[in-house]
T-cell receptor, first 115, second 109 residues
Framework: DADVTQTPRNRITKTGKRIMLECSQT?????MYWYRQDPGLGLRLIYY???????NKGEISDGYSVSRQAQAKFSLSLESAIPNQTALYFC??????????????FGNGTRLTVT | AQRVTQPEKLLSVFKGAPVELKCNYS??????LFWYVQYSRQRLQLLLR??SRESIKGFTADLNKGETSFHLKKPFAQEEDSAMYYC???????????FGAGTRLAVHP
């Protein structure tokens, strides 16, 4: 089955460390997204990419960077992790051929804890 | 400001009872609205979108621009409907979605 895979599933890191969350997909979708979820809040968009050469900031991009290494891979980096970046991170994909608001397909999420 | 509000964190009903999950949005333009659902141990997935005007798993949602609402309804709840439900707004298209905080629906036997 075509899939959206996030690694790692869980990560504990210390304040100030650089950390990378990875997302890969076998769906053949061109668009990829990173969202963050905090308890009691909805998902918030961090970055999105419509193709390999296209990177865009979302609502809460400060403190994060991304890399679209290939159509199938979209990584999220925290340059210097801080405790309020403790959250559940979701990668998602969508297919522009299904329309500009085509359904999002989510990964299982990465739970990040910054101590 | 663009915002999605789901006023209930938890909605608890008995099997066979009607269900209405509330969603209100704040957006000055022409909105596109969605409901996403996350069942236990499954991924977040699209349930329905208002432009499709379809019923999925017995659920429907009508966009009410006057009340700026997009409530999700089902006439007879089933135990398998128990899940976390998120309302989402696409203010500018391209899936730059604004999500509500979610409502957990618990359907009891």
């Amino acid at each position: 089955d075509a899939d959206v895979t996030q690694t790692p599933r869980n990560r504990i890191t210390k304040t100030g460390k650089r950390i990378m969350l990875e997302c890969s997909q076998t769906k053949g979708h061109d668009r990829m997204y990173w969202y963050r979820q905090d308890p009691g809040l909805g998902l918030r968009l961090i970055y999105y990419s419509f193709d390999v050469k296209d990177i865009n900031k979302g609502e809460i991009s400060d403190g994060y960077s991304v890399s679209r290494q290939a159509q199938a891979k979209f990584s999220l980096s925290l340059e210097s992790a801080i405790p309020n970046q403790t959250a559940l991170y979701f990668c998602a994909t969508s297919d522009s051929r299904q329309g500009y608001n085509s359904p999002l397909h989510f990964g299982n999420g990465t739970r990040l804890t910054v101590t | 400001a663009q915002r999605v509000t789901q006023p209930e964190k938890l909605l608890s009903v008995f099997k066979g009872a009607p269900v209405e999950l509330k969603c209100n949005y704040s957006y000055s333009g022409s909105p596109e609205l969605f409901w996403y659902v996350q069942y236990s141990r499954q991924r977040l997935q699209l349930l329905l979108r208002h432009i499709s005007r379809e019923s999925i798993k017995g659920f429907t949602a009508d966009l009410n621009k006057g009340e700026t609402s997009f409530h999700l309804k089902k006439p007879f709840a089933q135990e398998e409907d128990s899940a976390m439900y998120y309302c989402a707004l696409s203010p500018g298209g391209y899936n730059k979605l604004i999500f509500g905080a979610g409502t957990r629906l618990a359907v009891h036997p």
